[in-house]
C-alpha cells in the first residue's frame, strides 16, 4: 500500500445551523490535508502524479477562497460545517483520481487543535473509481 499527502490552505467564513440556531458568521483559515492510497505503482513508479492531485484539490477549494461557504454551492444547501467540508473535498477529488488510486481521508482544520476528518468508506470509493467521472459527481451531490 502507498499513500500520497496532499496540503493546502485557503480562507473563508462560514455559520453553521446546531439544533436549528445558526451561529455568527466568522472566518477561519482552513487547513486541507488529502490522503490517497493505492495498492501498485505505474510504470514510473508513482501511486500517482503529485501535480494532478494538487489540480484536483485546487480545482475543489478555489470557489471557497474568501468566499463565504454559506453562499457558495454546495453549501448554500448543506450546513458547512468541517465534517462536511471534509466529505466534499473527499467526493469532488475521488471522481477525478485514476482507477486504482482512491480517497483514504480528508482533514480539514478550522482552527489550531479543532480537526475533522472524513475517512472514506473503502467499497463505495471503489465502486466510485470505477465509474465515470460525471457518475461520481452526481453521486457526491456536487452537480446537479
Ligand atoms: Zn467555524
Known amino acids: ?20 440556531v445558526r451561529e455568527p458568521m466568522h472566518g477561519h483559515n482552513w487547513e486541507v490535508t488529502v490522503a490517497v492510497s493505492g495498492d501498485a505503482l505505474d510504470a514510473d ?6 501535480h494532478m492531485l494538487e489540480r484536483a484539490l485546487d480545482e475543489t477549494i478555489r470557489p471557497f477562497m474568501n468566499r463565504s461557504l454559506n453562499e457558495t454551492a454546495p453549501f448554500d ?22 482507477v486504482g488510486v ?3 481521508e480528508v482533514r480539514v482544520v478550522e482552527a489550531p487543535q479543532c480537526e475533522a476528518c472524513f475517512i472514506a468508506p ?5 465502486a466510485m473509481s470505477k465509474n465515470s467521472s460525471s457518475d461520481a459527481r452526481l453521486q457526491s451531490g456536487v452537480v446537479r
Not at 500500500?1 to 436549528?20: D, K, P
Not at 513508479?45 to 503529485?50: A, H, S, T, Y
Open 122 to 126: 473503502n467499497t463505495a470509493l471503489d
Open 1 to 20: 500500500m502507498f499513500e500520497l499527502r496532499i496540503r493546502r490552505t485557503f480562507a473563508a467564513a462560514h455559520a453553521i445551523v446546531m439544533a436549528g
Open 77 to 98: 444547501r448543506v450546513n458547512p460545517t468541517a465534517e462536511l467540508v471534509a466529505q466534499h473535498i473527499a467526493n469532488t477529488v475521488a471522481a477525478q483520481l485514476p
Open 102 to 104: 482512491r480517497v483514504k
Open 45 to 50: 513508479g508513482l501511486l500517482c502524479d503529485f
